[in-house]
């Protein structure tokens, strides 16, 4: 119980800095809206064809918004020492990591929100036929960003080129992650439910989180203490 | 000249007579393929090639957790070594598929699941030694170059199952599946795989005494900034 408490309080300050600044949060709002505006120039954004490709403008705009709460994930701590401070403080570091992927995972799911109903008017899409599956296939892929990009965070918070560091290294490791979630979300925004060979897609994106859950919950102690 | 340079020699010269005598049976024993004709002959580099590349890859997994537990930097060594050689076996893969593509699909590159895969995956171990760049102290350098290895490790299998589930053109594989190979090719398919380890024992080997010797002068030279 302690352990579920210290990751909600982790989770708990890192969204109130944030709410209080909003740095990470205006940037990467911002910065998605941005993105999608400009998939507008790259092809006829009103075309039937956008349908087809629906689900993948949605995931790199979201991947490349995610990048920047990341990024600042720990960053914020190096200020004043606190990530030595957050080290040598009783909480254990699963539980420092998990109470920080719960908070941008928070996040990152509150900027998706905002974006999907402005995706669907600026391209005509209508995107909430299926939106229980939607928000599943929304969810667990949001997870499996997260949880590997607050690892690689942590792992690049005392790099020099901190910034370019983590989407270099972040998103190959995504790769499959963001490919079943833009097959599923294509397919869902298309009209369809996820049926037959998709479910194969769901579960790749569910081993996914749980495989790198495990591995970063394992890792941590390594990344941060050594 | 020590026992290391003797052995490492030893490989090499070894490596160069397999290679050497495989070349000629491939250029004048072997008949030409009978739908590719001669240019099929790439694979018996192109395949051992990426058996190398996932072998030393593996190895760089293993070292990496060994690392962890042991926190010895040879093993640290090793990682890196073997890493640098496996992306570069991992590139004469990729390049070789690339020159076999343009004269049997005409095109350089297809979006096929193996090569997208290989790419992912080439990517993802290139990603490892810029990571290494950026760190100069050196127990922070192994130590978080180590995970970095378990990471993309376990990445590997999702990048090849996921990217497997699309459209797939490349030739089916020969060796396991249902393909049919010849066994005169199938024997030099794997004969060739010998001189080729051989070439990325001698190289990891060199490239381990390197890095040791690195790691000795960065030390030397922080002790004589010290004073």
């Keep these: 119980m302690t352990f579920?408490?210290?990751?909600?309080?982790?989770?708990?300050?890192?969204?109130?800095?944030?709410?209080?600044?909003?740095?990470?949060?205006?940037?990467s709002?911002?910065?998605?809206?941005?993105?999608?505006?400009?998939?507008?120039?790259?092809?006829?954004?009103?075309?039937?064809?956008?349908?087809?490709?629906?689900?993948?403008?949605l995931w790199l705009a979201f991947a490349f918004a995610g990048v920047l709460i990341l990024n600042r994930s720990f960053a914020r701590e190096l200020q004043n020492d606190c990530l030595d401070m957050l080290n040598a403080s009783p909480v254990p570091a699963p539980a420092l990591f998990l109470g920080k992927a719960l908070a941008n995972y928070v996040l990152l799911?509150?900027?998706?929100?905002?974006?999907?109903?402005?995706?669907?008017?600026?391209?005509?899409?209508?995107?909430?036929?299926?939106?229980?599956?939607?928000?599943?296939?929304?969810l667990?892929?949001?997870?499996?960003?997260?949880?590997?990009?607050?690892?690689?965070?942590?792992?690049?918070?005392?790099?020099?080129?901190?910034?370019?560091?983590?989407?270099?290294?972040?998103?190959?490791?995504?790769?499959?992650?963001?490919?079943?979630?833009?097959r599923l979300s294509t397919v869902l925004i298309d009209g369809q439910p996820i049926t037959g060979d998709d479910l194969a897609w769901l579960r790749l994106l569910i081993g996914f989180d749980i495989i790198f859950t495990s591995l970063a919950v394992v890792l941590i102690d390594t990344v941060l203490i050594g | 000249m020590g026992l290391r340079?003797?052995?490492?020699?030893?490989?090499?010269?070894?490596?160069?007579?397999?290679?050497?005598?495989?070349?000629?049976?491939?250029?004048?024993?072997?008949?030409?393929e009978a739908f590719q004709g001669a240019i099929f002959r790439i694979i018996f580099f192109h395949?051992?090639?990426?058996?190398?590349?996932?072998?030393?890859?593996?190895?760089?997994?293993?070292?990496?957790?060994?690392?962890?537990?042991?926190?010895?930097l040879q093993w640290d060594a090793f990682a890196v070594s073997v890493t640098e050689v496996g992306l570069a076996f991992g590139a004469i893969n990729l390049i070789s598929g690339m020159i076999w593509a343009r004269i049997i699909w005409g095109i350089w590159w297809?979006?096929?699941?193996?090569?997208?895969?290989?790419?992912?995956?080439?990517?993802?171990?290139?990603?490892?030694?810029?990571?290494?760049?950026a760190i100069e102290e050196t127990t922070e350098r192994a130590r978080l170059g180590a995970v970095m290895l378990i990471l993309n490790f376990s990445v590997v299998p999702f990048v090849f199952f996921s990217i497997k589930w699309f459209r797939t053109q490349h030739p089916q594989p020969v060796?396991?599946?249902?393909?049919?190979?010849d066994e005169i090719y199938r024997t030099m398919l794997y004969g060739n795989w010998v001189p080729l380890l051989l070439i990325a024992a001698v190289l990891v080997m060199l490239r381990m005494r390197q890095e040791n010797q690195q790691r000795e002068i960065d030390a030397l030279r922080r002790a004589a900034h010290s004073f």
């Design chain 1, 140 to 182: 667990l892929a949001t997870w499996g960003i997260t949880v590997v990009g607050t690892v690689f965070s942590a792992l690049t918070v005392n790099l020099r080129l901190r910034e370019i560091m983590l989407p270099m290294l972040m998103y190959p490791v995504l790769i499959p992650c963001l490919m079943a979630a833009m």
């Design chain 2, 5 to 32: 340079d003797k052995i490492m020699i030893g490989l090499g010269a070894l490596a160069a007579v397999l290679l050497t005598r495989n070349i000629w049976v491939m250029l004048t024993g072997l008949p030409d």
């Design chain 2, 175 to 181: 060796l396991f599946g249902d393909g049919k190979m």
């Design chain 2, 47 to 72: 395949v051992p090639a990426a058996f190398t590349c996932f072998l030393c890859f593996f190895l760089a997994l293993v070292a990496g957790v060994v690392y962890l537990v042991r926190k010895n």
């Design chain 1, 4 to 27: 579920i408490r210290q990751i909600l309080t982790v989770a708990a300050k890192d969204l109130r800095s944030e709410i209080r600044t909003k740095e990470a949060i205006n940037a």
């Design chain 2, 110 to 133: 297809t979006w096929d699941w193996r090569l997208t895969s290989m790419l992912v995956c080439w990517l993802l171990y290139a990603g490892y030694l810029v990571l290494r760049r």
């Design chain 1, 109 to 138: 799911v509150g900027i998706e929100a905002v974006c999907l109903p402005v995706f669907g008017v600026f391209y005509n899409v209508t995107w909430y036929t299926h939106l229980g599956q939607l928000v599943l296939v929304l």
């Design chain 1, 29 to 57: 709002l911002s910065f998605a809206l941005v993105i999608l505006l400009l998939f507008s120039f790259a092809f006829d954004p009103t075309s039937e064809t956008t349908r087809e490709i629906a689900g993948g403008l």
